[in-house]
């Protein structure tokens, strides 16, 4: 007869990540701390979308190239990995 696991039972594999599969948190520049890596984009594909790195309020530093993009608006949508 089959066990009744309360732990296994309760577990929702609806939304469940595929492996290598990444996924993206929304949130605006402004929510995060200096230093955060961070996308302007949700595209899975790193040559199409490069990471920066927050420098302070305004500013962030993309990872790959080492340009730093100014007057980033506060409340600009950006990602940031899970």
């Given at each position: 007869?089959?066990?009744?696991d309360p732990?296994?039972?309760?577990?929702?594999y609806?939304?469940s990540?595929?492996?290598g599969?990444?996924?993206?948190d929304?949130?605006?520049?402004?929510?995060?701390?200096?230093?955060?890596?961070?996308?302007?984009?949700n595209?899975?594909?790193?040559?199409?979308n490069n990471a920066?790195?927050k420098?302070?309020e305004?500013?962030g530093?993309?990872?790959?190239?080492?340009?730093?993009t100014e007057?980033?608006?506060?409340k600009?949508i950006?990602?940031?990995k899970?």
């Open positions: 007869m089959p066990q009744n732990v296994v039972d309760s577990l929702d609806s939304e990540v595929n492996f599969q990444v996924e993206f929304e949130m605006r520049f402004e929510d995060i701390d200096e230093d955060d890596l961070f996308w302007f984009s595209n899975p594909n790193s040559n199409l920066f790195r420098i302070n305004t500013s530093m993309n990872t790959r190239s080492g340009i730093i007057d980033i608006n506060i600009t950006i990602y940031q899970t």
